[in-house]
């Protein structure tokens, strides 16, 4: 997890990502607003037993979404880490060696970099798991297309590292008229047993029973949400494990938006774990899965 030192709402991102509001603060407020949930944030996770490393970021980078790291990189059972190619342009430099290097020292093992950050030149895109969201297990990749998921990059991506990808397209409404989501993980959330889900932003029937088809044969039970849950970002959620369980980690918003029936089928396989993210979710447009860049690197 990165920590925010130029956290705002970033003008580059907004263009496509319907979900960034501003608010009447400088700055300088927001920022210290967001390291407050930031920090209590973490330290939510740690006191579960979630082993969470926090960089800080580097004040000389002007990167306001740094925040959000899932969307450079990704790390893979076998050592490998894959760098991607990113829509905004001041959302490039977050992508920072020393990064690495911290993780390095943490005693995780770096086999290979893999960069994918070229295919920017020709104004090419896939932002990490935020565009894919990955069964490791089951070895598919989901990705709604948009103009931050590239089509032909994502099959690139899979031959890469042996998954099968699942296409689809996702739409929200916004003025009226159905536009792209901006991101998978915003609208979908993948855990061991089961998978949260806004089936109604996948306008293509076909490509909707498509994605159902594939949850259900890898044995998925599947929690819809609705679209409005999803503006609270209910579909933002990574599971992860803390000492001695699962956990489903969630925004304070999310959470709220949750009926009882939905929260009743997550805790049927983990506890709820939630924050509060609103100064976050509301300048940024993503929540609690967007901060964490999950290490699934070996150790020495």
Not at 13 to 34: G, S
Not at 193 to 209: H, M, N, P, Q, R
Not at 220 to 241: C, D, P, S, W, Y
Request: proline share 3%.
């Amino acid at each position: 997890m990165i920590r925010p030192v130029a956290f705002r709402m970033n003008e580059q991102t907004a263009v496509n990502n319907f979900f960034q509001e501003d608010i009447a603060l400088k700055n300088a407020e927001i920022n210290v607003k967001a390291q407050f949930e930031f920090d209590a944030f973490v330290e939510k996770l740690r006191a579960v037993g979630v082993n969470v490393i926090v960089e800080h970021d580097d004040l000389r980078m002007d990167t306001p979404d740094s925040i959000f790291p899932n969307n450079w990189i990704s790390f893979h059972e076998n050592g490998d880490i894959a760098l991607y190619p990113m829509f905004a342009e001041n959302r490039r430099r977050e992508r920072r060696e020393e990064v690495l290097i911290r993780l390095e020292k943490e005693g995780f093992l770096i086999n290979n970099v893999i960069d994918y950050t070229p295919a920017e030149d020709e104004g090419i895109f896939l932002e990490g798991t935020g565009s894919l969201l990955l069964d490791r297990v089951n070895r598919k990749a989901y990705c709604a297309l948009s103009p931050r998921a590239d089509e032909e990059l994502l099959i690139e991506f899979c031959e890469d590292f042996e998954y099968l990808p699942i296409i689809f397209t996702a739409n929200q409404t916004v003025d009226g008229k159905r536009m792209p989501i901006y991101h998978t993980n915003v609208m979908m959330c993948l855990a061991e047993d089961f998978c949260v889900i806004c089936l109604d932003t996948i306008d293509d029937s076909a490509e909707k029973k498509n994605v159902v088809q594939h949850l259900k044969k890898d044995g998925k039970e599947i929690i819809r949400i609705t679209e409005a849950q999803m503006h609270h970002f209910a579909g933002n959620m990574l599971q992860v494990q803390g000492m001695d369980k699962k956990y489903l980690v969630m925004s304070q918003a999310a959470h709220k938006s949750l009926n009882a029936e939905q929260v009743q089928a997550i805790e049927k396989y983990c506890e709820i774990l939630s924050s509060d993210l609103a100064t976050i979710e509301t300048c940024g447009g993503g929540s609690a899965r967007c901060m964490m860049a999950e290490v699934f690197l070996p150790k020495e």
